[in-house]
Each structure stands twice: as C-alpha cells, then as structure tokens.
C-alpha cells in the first residue's frame, strides 16, 4: 500500500498521506497510466494518480463478479448491513481527513465539506444499510398456483461518479448497491480521485470481502467507456453532463443492454412571486446558484422576479452576494472556493464573454477573482432574453440571470422553455399557488420556499434531458435489484 502513498500538507498546515493506486480487490495496484490531480486554489499538482485503461477496468469487474458469487452473495443482509454501518462510522471517525482531502482536490470550502459532503456519504450508508433486510418479494394470489416474487440482486454494477460532489455521489451510488447485495465497480472523476481512494482504505478496515467494492480512476473515454461497454457490468449508474448521459446509454445499449439510471444537467428555474419574504428569498436564491460554487446540476441559474418585486430583489440580491466571502477553502468562513479545473474555468469564462456580446448586462462580477488558481466572481446578469446562451445552456458555475414576469402563465411559459427538468423552485406565501405551480412544472424536484435542500431520504432525479431514473430513498433500490416470479403448481392441470 505504502508504493502509492504521497505525502502533502494543506495550505492551513494539515498533514495528509493521499493514497493514489487503484483500488482492486482490496489492494491498491499500479494501472497503465498516470494523471495529473490538481489543486484548483493554486494550480499546482496534488500527485499523480494511477490511472485505469479498458485491462484495469475489467481486472476490477472481474473481482467484483468473484465477489458477488463468493463470500458477498452467500453473507446474509444482516452481515451486509454490519458492513456498511461499519464503513459510516470509520468515515465520521476520520470526517476531518476526508474534509481536508475533499477541499484540496475539489476545491469547495471545508465547512460545507465537514458538514456537508462528509456526513452525507455516511448517512447514505446508514439509511441504505437499514434496507438491507428489508428488500423482499411478495405472494400473489393466483387460482391453481402459487405464485411469488423475489427481489434478487443485480450482480456487478458500474458507478461513473462527476467531480462536483466527489463524496456524496459515492455514497449515493453505493448505498443502494450494497443493500440489495450487489458488488461495485466506482471510476471517479480524474480530476477528484483522492477522497474516494480514502474510503477505499476504511472498505479494507471496515472488513469487507475482497471485491465487494472496487474504486479506480481513468479518463472517461478510456475507463468510464469500458465500463459502461463490460458485458459482466448489468447496470451502470451515471452522474455528469447529459451529453455524455447520451454515451453511457449507447455505450450500454451496444454491449448487453445494461440497466441504466442518469442524473444529469440541468437549467433550474427559481420562481420569486411578489408575496414571498423577499429576504428569505433572497438568502435562498443566494444559495441556490452560488453553494459549491455554483457546479451543482440543481442549482437555480435562471432567476424569475415578478415585476412589483423585480428592482427590490436585485438590489437585494446584489448586497447580499456582494458579501460572499471567496478565498481559500481551507478557512472555515469560506462560502466560494475555485472552480474545480482550468478547463471549468475557461467554460464558465466563455459563458461570461458571450453573454456580455449577446447584449445581456453584467450587473454584478463577471471577472475572476484573485491571482491564482481557478477562481470566478459571483456573476449576476440582467437584460436578458430567452434565447441567450446564458439562458438556455448549463453552464455549471456561480452565473445566474435574473428576468422579470407579470404572471403565472407568463412565468410559466419561460421556466418550461428547456430540454432540462431537474429541479425548480417557488417562493409564495401562498399555498394554493405553491402547490398549483409546483404540480405544472416539469422538473424531478421542486422546492417551495427554500432551494437545494436534498436529503437521502427523498428520491432525487430528472424530467426530460435531465435522467433517467432516481436516487436516494426507496425509491432508489429499484435500480439495483431485478424481479423473478415464481409459480408453483398446486392444481393446475395440462
């Protein structure tokens, strides 16, 4: 193990032995390659990390598919769950850890990956662990026959998780996995492969059978490719940018017509009607679009204000994010780290130039902030059309227009104007228009009077170009599990 540790300290002086080798079987091993992780506060490399080709990744299936017909298919649910409950207390045990690898690699500011990212994934493991006992079939009542189902696990399923949400996603992803008795092989973004490797050493601690979880990183091209593509993977579960959604699910349809689930981009609306408390609005607006720096798929890029209120809330708005503190997010009040990559920054950047030379108004930021590193002003854009670039494409960063409306149907026609159906958002006091618009907007999630409020006990998931499928909750063990009926004859004749 000890070939692949790297040794670093965090700017705030806080010692870290990253381990940086692909973690099959339970061993961390060398892959073909290697890739660069950077630091997005400085611009300058973490370490280099193994790096998985198409071999790599069908080493990793084919532990995961011994350990599904081995040890992890023959343990009984209440010894899986023991497992995973395990695993989340090891991670609460080292959540600073977790947290100072989490903001080093990705960027977002401690505080919120403390309190945020670190307790989701561990509450995701408990939620699902709870489940585990609990996934059965049910007898049908048929005339001559009896007649019952069983849930029985998938078999080896393939996680591709996005780099905005490193931890989480994992525990997103695994969870539901685990509990219904399947094995995993997770390729993390090559941009944010670290705090996943740290988990990878308490699955060893935890005491899981070798191959049960398998962790590895690679270009998506390469490794996210031969994953979805493997013919011993029979589900494939994809967070990231739609256009790739698009890939995965070719990649599954030409291999062996894979179970697929997508959670993808979107271009969320946030409703302000004129009867809201506009300050709480405001404050959740503010959340809605800045929190991880605005590369969140939920967040609330597209702000409509209804005209009496339109002025009042920019200036508003325009106060209160004029406070956001940005700046290294090793420091506990940091809300606004980097963007995660040089490549994310020059994105955004492009979205900002083209929405100035598309007339729009730059009311607030549009620059980058700071002489290092891949940091961007909050960036507040009025005058807008919704035609626009800036209006209609995801461009995942801290970017938001704001427009105004006169009424519901007006409103509605512009929020509905999207291949996206993600999420949406509502601000009223009254309730029987928080519900009647709730229910007409085409979006997964809806949130009334707050945003970005996402919990694991509520599924979470797309509309349209936004997924398909979802996760968290209930709900979520559907994707991994598959449906036998079986029927016994007891009186049946031929």
């Given at each position: 193990?000890?070939?692949?540790?790297?040794?670093?300290?965090?700017?705030?002086?806080?010692?870290?032995?990253?381990?940086?080798?692909?973690?099959?079987?339970?061993?961390?091993?060398?892959?073909?390659?290697?890739?660069?992780?950077?630091?997005?506060?400085?611009?300058?490399?973490?370490?280099?990390?193994?790096?998985?080709?198409?071999?790599?990744?069908?080493?990793?299936?084919?532990?995961?598919?011994?350990?599904?017909?081995?040890?992890?298919?023959?343990?009984?649910?209440?010894?899986?769950?023991?497992?995973?409950?395990?695993?989340?207390?090891l991670i609460d045990r080292d959540n600073e850890e977790l947290s100072q690898i989490e903001t080093m690699d990705n960027g977002k500011g401690i505080t919120f990956a403390r309190l945020f990212d670190v307790k989701q994934i561990a509450i995701s493991l408990r939620y699902f662990a709870g489940y585990a006992d609990k996934?059965?079939?049910?007898?049908?009542?048929?005339?001559?026959?009896?007649?019952?189902?069983?849930?029985?696990?998938?078999?080896?399923?393939?996680?591709?998780?996005?780099?905005?949400?490193?931890?989480?996603?994992?525990?997103?992803?695994?969870?539901?996995?685990?509990?219904?008795?399947?094995?995993?092989?997770?390729?993390?973004?090559?941009?944010?492969?670290?705090?996943?490797?740290?988990?990878?050493?308490?699955?060893?601690?935890?005491?899981?059978?070798?191959?049960?979880?398998?962790?590895?990183?690679?270009?998506?091209?390469?490794?996210?490719?031969?994953?979805?593509?493997?013919?011993?993977?029979?589900?494939?579960?994809?967070?990231?940018?739609?256009?790739?959604?698009?890939?995965?699910?070719?990649?599954?349809?030409?291999?062996?017509?894979?179970?697929?689930?997508?959670?993808?981009?979107?271009?969320?609306?946030?409703?302000?009607?004129?009867?809201?408390?506009?300050?709480?609005?405001?404050?959740?607006?503010?959340?809605?679009?800045?929190?991880?720096?605005?590369?969140?798929?939920?967040?609330?890029?597209?702000?409509?204000?209804?005209?009496?209120?339109?002025?009042?809330?920019?200036?508003?708005?325009?106060?209160?994010?004029?406070?956001?503190?940005?700046?290294?997010?090793?420091?506990?009040?940091?809300?606004?780290?980097?963007?995660?990559?040089?490549?994310?920054?020059?994105?955004?950047?492009?979205?900002?130039?083209?929405?100035?030379?598309?007339?729009?108004?730059?009311?607030?930021?549009?620059?980058?902030?700071?002489?290092?590193?891949?940091?961007?002003?909050?960036?507040?854009?009025?005058?807008?059309?919704?035609?626009?670039?800036?209006?209609?494409?995801?461009?995942?960063?801290?970017?938001?227009?704001?427009?105004?409306?006169?009424?519901?149907?007006?409103?509605?026609?512009?929020?509905?104007?999207?291949?996206?159906?993600?999420?949406?958002?509502?601000?009223?006091?009254?309730?029987?228009?928080?519900?009647?618009?709730s229910n007409r907007l085409k979006a997964g999630t809806v949130w009334v009077n707050c945003f970005n409020e996402l919990d694991y006990n509520t599924p979470f998931g797309g509309f349209r170009q936004s997924g398909i499928g979802r996760e968290n909750g209930e709900y979520a063990l559907d994707n991994y599990i598959q449906?036998?009926?079986?029927?016994?004859?007891?009186?049946?004749?031929?």
């Amino acid at each position: 193990m000890s070939e692949f540790i790297v040794e670093t300290t965090t700017p705030n002086g806080y010692k870290l032995k990253l381990q940086t080798g692909l973690f099959i079987n339970n061993e961390f091993v060398a892959g073909a390659d290697t890739l660069e992780t950077i630091n997005p506060s400085t611009g300058k490399i973490i370490a280099n990390v193994q790096a998985a080709d198409k071999n790599d990744v069908n080493k990793a299936v084919q532990a995961a598919h011994n350990a599904f017909n081995g040890p992890w298919g023959k343990m009984s649910a209440l010894n899986r769950a023991a497992l995973m409950f395990k695993l989340a207390d090891l991670i609460d045990r080292d959540n600073e850890e977790l947290s100072q690898i989490e903001t080093m690699d990705n960027g977002k500011g401690i505080t919120f990956a403390r309190l945020f990212d670190v307790k989701q994934i561990a509450i995701s493991l408990r939620y699902f662990a709870g489940y585990a006992d609990k996934v059965h079939g049910k007898v049908i009542d048929t005339e001559g026959a009896l007649s019952y189902t069983r849930h029985e696990p998938i078999g080896v399923c393939g996680a591709i998780i996005p780099w905005n949400f490193p931890l989480m996603m994992l525990g997103w992803k695994l969870g539901p996995a685990l509990a219904t008795g399947n094995t995993c092989v997770v390729k993390t973004s090559e941009l944010t492969p670290l705090s996943a490797y740290k988990v990878a050493q308490l699955v060893i601690e935890a005491g899981f059978p070798p191959g049960v979880i398998n962790i590895i990183t690679g270009l998506g091209a390469i490794a996210g490719d031969a994953l979805a593509r493997n013919m011993d993977v029979h589900k494939i579960a994809f967070t990231g940018s739609t256009a790739v959604g698009r890939l995965i699910m070719k990649a599954a349809a030409e291999s062996n017509l894979k179970k697929v689930t997508l959670e993808l981009g979107g271009k969320s609306p946030n409703i302000i009607f004129d009867d809201c408390d506009l300050d709480q609005a405001v404050r959740w607006a503010h959340k809605g679009i800045f929190f991880n720096h605005g590369q969140t798929c939920c967040a609330g890029s597209r702000i409509y204000v209804q005209s009496t209120i339109h002025d009042e809330f920019l200036r508003k708005f325009k106060e209160y994010t004029s406070q956001t503190k940005l700046g290294n997010p090793h420091d506990d009040d940091t809300f606004q780290g980097p963007q995660v990559s040089q490549t994310q920054f020059d994105r955004i950047m492009g979205f900002i130039d083209t929405g100035k030379k598309e007339g729009a108004t730059c009311f607030l930021g549009g620059e980058r902030w700071g002489d290092e590193g891949y940091f961007i002003q909050p960036t507040v854009f009025t005058d807008v059309k919704e035609d626009m670039a800036i209006v209609k494409e995801e461009i995942f960063g801290p970017v938001v227009t704001v427009s105004k409306f006169n009424d519901v149907e007006d409103v509605l026609h512009m929020a509905l104007d999207t291949e996206y159906g993600l999420a949406a958002a509502v601000f009223t006091k009254d309730t029987a228009r928080a519900i009647d618009v709730s229910n007409r907007l085409k979006a997964g999630t809806v949130w009334v009077n707050c945003f970005n409020e996402l919990d694991y006990n509520t599924p979470f998931g797309g509309f349209r170009q936004s997924g398909i499928g979802r996760e968290n909750g209930e709900y979520a063990l559907d994707n991994y599990i598959q449906v036998k009926t079986v029927k016994i004859n007891v009186s049946r004749k031929p």
